[in-house]
């Protein structure tokens, strides 16, 4: 890497671009500048340029344009997006097509020379052989699921594993959320680094940003010793946080720095701790009526949403409840000792004729529940051994 890296920021607002270039030339940076996209891309042909910083709205090529032309121009550029709150749908558009980040209007220059540390940090990781190679072993033994809604998933999965966009996974109680953060996680990159997860509900709302920053001895009360938080416990690893939306503004709030700063800060200390963490989240809830009521906010639910997965309920699916049944009837067979080999076509139909408000964790139960019940020596899975509210519906 040159001694002295090279950034282009592209603003029409001249006044951005002397207050930008200055502060970074401060710390060192070979800075270049242009008004817009076409300037822009004139300069990437050429010069060697290492990241650039571009705002989304401009007259003549707007942000979006500007950023494909690049990537396709230089695809191990480095791109971090500006934009006013109002545009940050197109702010989020920039991420899936390939920006590293984006930040809002008016612009926090320390925050901004943060990412870009971070972002030539990543291009200079990028531009190393890998030690090993990217773990492509078979998915997460629990994911079962042959319908065209899950195949699109799993490829979803595919194309999102090895990326370290954020992921929000939305659906039903019940669909399997936290078995598409597990596949995310297999199949990247970082799948011999931890995957911690974290049920944002079942913890306190006074106990929850200790449970996931840490906290440092005297803190508070009872705090009589240094703890990592999950984020710290997850480094070079995937953190899911389960049902994202319960957590309180505070949270919220501390969670959008770790996202835009790469560092945490335990509860009573004031000492920066980098990470590297990818996350997943997930939610049961609709965030964006949260963020309209005032409850979730904006900006943060643009950057957990940047890749979404809904995951549609088992009454969607039907297709995939035998292959489910069939895959919990012989995984709680073996966990206690039974003999069951197969399901009747009576018990599947009842099966499949249920509309499992549940979803897939229903289903999982009441497998346990016919095999824990039925005869010692029950090879096959009846009907008699089924709730008969089951049968009912």
């Known amino acids: 890497m040159r001694p002295q890296p090279t950034l282009l920021i592209v603003d029409d607002e001249q006044n951005i671009r002397r207050v930008m270039e200055a502060a970074f030339q401060k710390d060192s940076y070979r800075v270049l500048t242009a008004a817009h996209g076409h300037q822009a891309l004139k300069t990437l042909e050429e010069e060697a340029v290492d990241l650039m910083i571009s705002d989304v ?26 934009t006013a709150y109002g545009t940050i749908p197109s702010a989020v558009d920039a991420i899936r097509t ?12 320390e925050v901004l020379k943060k990412l870009v540390r971070n972002g030539l940090k990543d291009r200079e990781k990028s531009s190393k052989p890998t030690a090993a190679p990217k773990r492509k072993g078979k998915t997460n033994p629990t994911f079962v699921g042959e319908s065209p809604a899950m195949k699109q998933i799993v490829e979803m999965v595919e194309r999102v594993a090895d990326a370290r966009t954020t992921v929000l996974i939305t659906g039903e109680s019940g669909t399997g959320k936290e078995v598409i953060a597990r596949m995310l996680h297999d199949r990247s990159s970082r799948a011999a680094g931890p995957f911690v997860a974290v049920s944002c509900a079942a913890i306190p709302e006074s106990l929850l940003e200790s449970e996931l920053f840490g906290v440092i001895k005297g803190a508070f009360t009872g705090a009589d010793s240094d703890r990592a938080g999950k984020f710290e416990l997850a480094d070079g690893g995937t953190l899911f946080l389960d049902e994202i939306g319960d957590i309180p503004p505070l949270v919220q709030v501390k969670l959008l720095r770790v996202l835009q700063e790469r560092e945490i800060e335990r509860l009573g200390g004031n000492k920066p701790i980098p990470i590297d963490v ?6 049961n809830r609709n965030l964006e009526e949260a963020v309209q009521q005032g409850t979730f906010r904006g900006d943060l639910f643009f950057r957990l949403q940047v890749v979404q997965i809904e995951l549609p309920p088992l009454r969607e699916r039907q297709e995939d409840i035998p292959a489910l049944a069939n895959h919990f009837l012989k995984r709680f067979s073996e966990e206690n000792g039974r003999a069951f080999k197969t399901i009747s076509p009576q018990a599947l139909k009842a099966l499949e004729a249920y509309p499992w408000p549940g979803n897939v964790r229903e289903l999982e139960n009441l497998m346990e529940r016919g095999v824990v019940l039925a005869p010692a020596d029950a090879e096959i899975l009846m009907p008699d051994h089924l709730p008969p509210q089951l049968l009912k519906g």
Do not use: S, Y
């Open 57 to 82: 709205v401009m007259p003549d090529m707007n942000g979006l344009d500007l950023l494909k032309k690049a990537k396709a121009l230089k695809p191990d550029l480095q791109i971090i997006m500006m």
């Open 98 to 109: 390939g920006a590293m980040d984006f930040l809002t209007k008016p612009v926090d220059l």
């Open 278 to 283: 990818r996350l997943v989240t997930a939610t």
